[in-house]
């Protein structure tokens, strides 16, 4: 029997083993996953729920949403250094919410109470939250563990028990702070990672050993609108840590120029007296509880953005997302801030008074070509490949595949 190939059949057969072609690898990847999905133990200080206040807290959700996509099976445990939070629910809701929470995987989501309001959180306190965590290790089993260098009486030791029972597990260091912890608690078991090269400096120095770096996820499509007419200067986070104090007095020094203040304030920090004298500043505005998705409108309005941190950052990622929106930065030399910053803005010293920011602002504010230079350098400072996301997605999944590998065969 003669068959007719003319070329409307030849196309309609090649679109044919085409779409065959990709449907087929579709379908086996999906189950591929479902039955090799890989069970991941996060271990976190961090509340990770509600309106995150952080770089650390929007970093670890954004690598918990890169390795859902990857097909990973997450179960969080959130602490506050000794007591862990879980969801307990009314017994009228329970049979509802339970098997939500199941289907989506999210039946172990511990998280903590300054975010969901106590009437829906219980507790377990510490010492016996050690034993509920090494239980619920015992029970899952995971595949590998993630962790922080925070807590010496928690994360430490849960990620130490983790590691002595041979399941890989993997150490964020973002805060110089980590290395106050005691060295005997630092298992040499653990495979650590800085989220700069200035962390990942220091942690070898202290460690006597190498530790790789990640840089944070940041996502530029999340966080840039068109820019409109630059209207003020951003400060974002008025506490002490941040450097309130000397951004008050530039405030005070510049009473025309006006400043939008960002207070999504931290967790754990239950008070800010700093609060009544901004709002006493008539050049101050304060927006509140501002979601990360509603960052890109206030930065698409924003001249100067103002790093002001007293304390040791380890990245700092509002630079990058000011440098995205091609905003210059003055910021305190300290910590990692300036191999973030890059030419992106002006680097003052650490001891600098507050006359030394105030001439910085005024001269990027009144001298157009010099801000043009700055922003310039800012936009090409965010698009290097070591800010880029993709790249940064595949190293971190590269990390954990050479840790993972390097494990099974110790």
């Known amino acids: 029997m003669r068959i007719n190939l003319d070329s409307t ?149 849960i990620l130490n028990y983790s590691a002595a029972k041979g399941i890989p597990v993997i150490c964020f260091i973002t805060s110089v702070s980590a290395f106050k912890i005691p060295r005997y608690l630092w298992s040499k078991k653990v495979y650590y990672i800085g989220n700069s090269r200035y962390t990942s400096h220091i942690a070898q120095h202290f460690l006597k050993r190498h530790v790789p770096y990640h840089m944070p996820l940041i996502y530029p499509e999340l966080i840039t609108s068109p820019r ?24 005070k020094m510049m009473p025309q120029t006006r400043f939008v203040v960002i207070n999504n304030q931290w967790w754990h920090i239950q008070k800010n007296d700093s609060l009544n004298t901004l709002r006493k500043l008539p050049n101050i505005t304060i927006l509140e509880k501002m979601p990360y998705l509603k960052m890109k409108e206030i930065y698409a309005q924003t001249k100067v953005l103002l790093v002001l ?57 009144n001298d157009q070509s010099l801000y043009n230079q700055y922003s310039i350098a800012a936009y090409k400072n965010s698009q290097q490949p070591r800010f880029n996301s993709k790249i940064n997605e595949n190293k971190f999944m590269n990390l954990i595949e050479d840790f993972t590998k390097k494990d099974a065969t110790d």
Not at 84 to 96: D, G, L, N, Q
Not at 228 to 251: D, H, R, S, Y
Not at 354 to 363: G, I, M, N, S, W
Request: proline content about 7%.
């Open 228 to 251: 409109t007419q630059p209207l003020w200067v951003l400060f974002i986070n008025p506490i002490p840590q941040k450097g309130v104090g000397i951004f008050i007095e530039i405030a």
């Open 309 to 365: 941190s007293a304390m040791k950052e380890t990245f700092c990622r509002v630079i990058i997302e000011a440098h995205n929106n091609s905003i210059p930065v003055i910021a305190r030399k300290i910590g990692a801030i300036p191999e973030t910053l890059g030419q992106g803005g002006i680097l003052v010293r650490r001891q600098a008074p507050p006359e030394d920011y105030v001439q910085a602002l005024t001269r990027l504010l």
């Open 9 to 157: 059949n030849v196309n309609h057969l090649f679109d044919k083993q085409e779409k065959n072609d990709r449907i087929i690898p579709l379908i086996l990847n999906v189950i591929q996953k479902i039955i090799f999905m890989p069970k991941l133990l996060w271990i976190s200080s961090l509340p990770l729920a509600g309106i995150l206040t952080s770089g650390t807290e929007i970093s670890a959700k954004f690598t918990m949403e890169m390795l859902k996509k990857q097909g990973w099976s997450i179960t969080i445990i959130c602490h506050n250094g000794k007591t862990v939070f879980f969801p307990r629910f009314p017994k009228r809701y329970r049979f509802i919410l339970q098997p939500i929470l199941k289907l989506f995987n999210l039946e172990h989501f511990y998280y903590s109470s300054t975010k969901t309001g106590k009437k829906w959180v219980g507790n377990v306190n510490y010492p016996s939250s050690l034993d509920f965590t090494k239980k619920l290790i015992d029970k899952i089993q995971p595949d590998i563990v993630l962790g922080y260098a925070f807590s010496p009486e928690y994360d430490m030791k």
